[in-house]
């Protein structure tokens, strides 16, 4: 009997060479669509989406985001036309048991049996920067979704008016501390600065403090800084984690 010999056998690591470059492809793509919607200033009266994932593990990220295509997909079909802040907040109240519904369906669907709320009130939000533009950190209303708890890093757009956002270039990790600190009693207008103006400020705080010693600068200390993550080093950690999970 002959036997015949391939001159590059098939190996195991082969194919997850090909299954890390399909999962680097399908999401450079993703997020080449959502940069091509991101962009421009937050108007001062807005209302965010907040999706706070269980943890940073791969698939409680992917999870993360079918629940905010299913809310955001459902949400679209309740506004017909302009709304004024007003009727956009009426809106969303009127509908948080439907927002609570889709969020367990979707993990019940998916096999996640972790706890989930869904809150419309004021949020405490980072600094961001998504490209040139900066958001500044502050408290902002918005409706927040805590998948399990809460500890991921999370995904947030603007509900009104609809402008979208990722949180790719500076990703963030949100404790449970955190996400409890928020008051969902009241629900009041957005605070939002200027985003330009508040660069240009942050910049001159901080040529200040290198001028004036030691004294000024250590008054400036809590000013906190914008935290940038790499997109690309974020996936490859949360195949990593993935991996990791799936031999576990």
């Known amino acids: 009997m002959i036997r015949t010999y391939s001159r590059f056998p098939y190996r195991p690591v082969y194919g997850y060479v090909l299954l890390l470059a399909a999962l680097l492809l399908m999401s450079w793509e993703s997020q080449r669509a959502d940069a091509a919607i991101a962009g421009g200033s937050i108007p001062s009266e807005s209302i965010r989406l907040r999706i706070l994932a269980n943890s940073d593990s791969a698939m409680d990220q992917l999870v993360k985001r079918e629940v905010r295509d299913a809310v955001v997909a459902q949400m ?96 963030e990790s949100s404790t449970p501390t955190t996400a409890a600190a928020a008051t969902t009693a009241t629900v009041a207008k957005a605070d939002t600065a200027n985003v330009k103006d508040t660069a240009v400020k942050a910049q001159d705080t901080v040529s200040k403090s290198d001028n004036d010693g030691g004294a000024d600068q250590a008054a400036a200390a809590p000013a906190k800084q914008p935290e940038v993550r790499f997109f690309l080093w974020d996936l490859i950690k949360s195949i990593i984690s993935f991996f990791r999970h799936l031999f576990s």
Request: net charge negative; glycine share 12%; aromatic share 12%.
């Open 76 to 171: 679209n079909t309740w506004v017909t036309g302009p709304q004024t802040i007003e009727e956009a907040r009426l809106t969303i109240r009127s509908h948080m048991n439907d927002i609570e519904a889709i969020v367990g369906k979707t993990l019940n669907d998916r096999g996640f049996h972790y706890g989930y709320k869904a809150e419309l009130g004021i949020v405490p939000f980072p600094t961001k920067i998504y490209g040139t533009e900066v958001y500044p950190a502050g408290n902002y209303e918005a409706l927040r979704i805590t998948l399990g708890a809460g500890a991921g890093q999370n995904w947030w757009c603007v509900l009104f008016p609809p402008l979208c956002f990722v949180d790719a270039v500076s990703g």
